[in-house]
Every structure is written in structure tokens, then in C-alpha cells.
């Protein structure tokens, strides 16, 4: 079970970048109850994990989700413990001013990981000028900033922890009724009910000036590289067609057009992979890999031509078949994975209101075309709208 909430990075103002994290961290750190008792932060822990259960929660620029997985017997007071955190939080200043040095130490983890570190650069030149642009751990002046008044926190709760802003998700043994119930009960028979104001608060940044290519100097052994463009948003007409594209391209396969090229025939790279990004209103595509220097510039071109090549000829009939075939079954396999079909519920959700099953999406992928998606890949693969960033 758990909760998602519309509200990320996006969403904060420059100067307080890294609270939405901020915030998933500490309201771990101590709550009230419902009846107006106290938790603390190992008592949050201990009612979850105590009962061999687990606990975790994550940020992206868009949303904030919370979820637990427990026994059937203990849903409903796993349940009530996610209200009490996300509705009634303490921030209790002496375990806040800790986990601000934790997330200190954790992005200090991120720096020392240039295969992480570059997607967060990567959207911060893709999304140039925009609250997108900002990582989502904050920075180590910001994050001063927003150690120096529990106001912060308490009002980013407040203001964003809202009904109009959540989804509250289960998946197990469990009829809706009980569920619905339970929720009702839980989180919404007393909340005050408020507008969001997430969208109104997003802000401009400074802009990068039209820069399409960026290179940082680290000492690492290896050159990392990503190269990738705008692409479409959250409930485009295409944004299965693109995602079926990116499976082709680069997804998670050893079949990849990208892995047969650069790895397994030219041997001159041990990671590459691609991947598709939609959000709420916009979007992007990238291809990452790492190599050795000399082979910069090859892999480069190795890449371009292959994201040239689906631009400029169709899948055969035979191609397009065997693709349907393999994403089919990654579907299907995917959606076994109970953490990774409830969290794709909750988002599915969120943006459009029901909840698809893999059978469901895949038919509607099943239609695209070979020439549909030559055409989609000549909307987002155009090489004079490329964003290339480069660890050098």
C-alpha cells in the first residue's frame, strides 16, 4: 500500500531546492497520532519492520510516494501509521538537523557516481531555465537554508499534502470496500480540505542560453556521455509509440539496437542503454553510455547512426513482429513484480484516472506500425535538436 503525492522538485522555489526530498526524509523522524499520541522515529520503523514488513518512500521532480509492504493482518494499522506520517509530521529539530547530514552524505554518494550523476546534469541542461532543471537532492546551500526553519517543511506538508493531490493505493488481499473504508477513515474524516496551489508555484530559472552541448572535466577513468532531445508528455497520442521505440532503440535487452552495435559487435562499451522520460507536460529521450577516451568519438557516431537509421527506414514486417513479441513478454513479467505494478498503478492513476492492465496497454502499442514509428522517430531523433553532455 502506499501513497502518491503530485508534488516534486518542479515544485519548489529556487532557494529551498532539495525540500521535497527534504520533507520524504524527515516525516520518518517523529509524528502524532490520530488521538493525539507521540512517535517517534524509531517507533515509525519498528511498527513496520518489527513485523517483517518494509517501508520506503522516493522523490522525483513531479511526485512524492510513500509505500509499505506488510502482512494482510497488519493493513490496517500500516494504513493509519502512512496517514499519521504524511498528515501529522513533527520534524523534531534534534533527528531533522541529523538527516540533513545524511542527505549531505548522500549526495556526496551521487558526485562520487558519474553513471547517476549524469542524468540529474542531463536535465538540468535539457530543462535549461526551468524548475525541472533543478536536482532533486537539493544542494548544500540550499539544504542550509532549509534546515534553518522548521517553517519550511511544516508549510510544504500543509500546502501540498492535500486529497486534491494524493493517491492512496493497495494491492493484495483486500476487497475494495474495506480499502475505500479504511482510507476514508484514516486520511480524510477530519482533513481540512484546501487548494493545491503546486501548479501556481512553479517558477523560471536562469537559462542556459540556447546551449545544446555541455562538458565537465572530472577525474574519472572513463568518459560518460548522453545524448537526447524533448519529447512527448504524459498521455500524448504517441507516448506508447515511444516508449515501444525505446525499447527497440536501447531498453533493458541484450537485443537492443544500441547493445548489439557498441557491445556485443564492436566491443567498445560494457553499459549503454536509452531511455524515455514523459512528465506531466513535456518530456525527453537519452542514450547513456561510458568507454575508454580514445573511443569517444566512435561510440558518438556508432549512436547516431543507429537513432539515423530508425529515422530513415521502417521496421520490416518481420522486425516489427519479433519486437511485439519481446516487449510482450517483458510486459508480462514485469507486471509480476508486485512493487512495480502497484507503483505503475498509483502514477497510471494519478494522470489519467483508471488503471490499465499490461494487456490493455500493450494492444494499443500493438497498433503502432512500422511506418508509425519511422515517423515518430523522425519527430524526436531530429540531430539538429540533439543534447549531448559529456564527463570527460
Not at 486529497?163 to 479504511?182: A, H, T
Request: proline share 4%.
Amino acid at each position: 500500500m502506499g501513497v502518491a503525492i503530485r508534488v516534486g522538485t518542479r515544485n519548489e522555489e529556487p532557494r529551498l531546492n532539495g525540500l521535497a526530498h527534504y520533507v520524504e526524509h524527515c516525516v520518518f523522524k517523529g509524528c502524532q497520532t490520530a488521538k493525539g499520541k507521540h512517535r517517534t522515529a524509531r517507533q515509525i520503523i519498528n511498527s513496520v519492520e518489527g513485523i517483517g514488513g518494509e517501508i520506503n518512500a522516493f522523490t522525483t521532480k513531479e511526485e512524492t510516494t510513500f509505500y509499505a509492504a506488510t502482512p494482510v493482518s497488519h493493513f490496517r494499522q500500516t494504513l493509519q501509521l502512512l496517514a499519521d506520517m504524511l498528515l501529522r509530521p513533527t520534524f523534531p529539530k534534534h533527528e531533522t538537523d541529523k538527516e540533513l547530514g545524511v542527505i549531505l552524505d548522500e549526495i556526496e554518494s551521487y558526485e562520487d557516481s558519474p553513471s547517476e550523476l549524469i542524468y540529474d546534469d542531463f536535465e538540468s541542461l535539457i530543462f535549461s531555465g526551468e524548475p525541472l532543471a533543478q536536482p532533486i537532492l537539493g544542494t548544500r546551500k540550499t539544504l542550509k537554508t532549509i534546515g534553518s526553519k522548521p517553517d519550511f517543511a511544516m508549510n510544504w506538508v500543509k500546502t501540498h499534502f492535500v486529497p486534491e493531490n494524493m493517491v492512496v493505493f493497495s494491492q493484495g488481499k483486500m476487497s475494495f470496500d474495506s480499502v475505500r473504508k479504511l482510507v476514508e477513515k484514516s486520511f480524510f474524516s477530519s482533513f481540512e480540505r484546501q487548494v493545491s496551489v503546486s501548479a501556481a508555484s512553479r517558477q523560471r530559472l536562469e537559462e542556459n542560453g540556447g546551449e545544446n552541448l555541455r562538458v565537465f572535466h572530472r577525474h574519472t577513468h572513463q568518459v560518460h556521455v548522453m545524448i537526447g532531445g524533448k519529447a512527448y508528455p504524459l498521455g500524448h497520442k504517441d507516448q506508447l509509440g515511444a516508449y515501444f521505440l525505446n525499447n527497440i532503440l536501447g531498453g533493458g535487452s541484450l537485443n537492443s539496437r544500441l547493445n548489439l552495435r557498441l557491445r556485443e559487435q564492436k566491443g567498445l562499451v560494457y553499459t549503454i542503454e536509452s531511455q524515455y522520460v514523459p512528465l506531466s507536460d513535456t518530456g525527453y529521450w537519452s542514450v547513456y553510455f561510458a568507454c575508454e577516451p580514445p573511443n569517444k568519438e566512435e561510440c558518438i557516431r556508432l549512436v547516431k547512426e543507429e537513432l539515423r537509421k530508425l529515422r530513415e527506414s521502417s521496421l520490416t514486417t518481420s522486425q516489427h513482429l519479433l519486437a511485439l513479441q519481446q516487449l510482450r513478454g517483458q510486459m508480462a513479467i514485469s507486471a509480476e513484480n508486485q512493487e512495480n505494478s502497484v507503483l505503475a498503478m498509483a502514477k497510471q492513476m494519478m494522470y489519467y484516472g483508471c488503471t490499465p492492465t499490461w494487456q490493455e496497454s500493450y494492444a494499443k502499442i500493438a497498433q503502432f506500425t512500422p511506418s508509425d514509428l519511422q515517423r515518430i522517430a523522425g519527430e524526436l531523433f531530429a540531430e539538429n535538436e540533439f543534447f549531448t553532455l559529456i564527463y570527460d
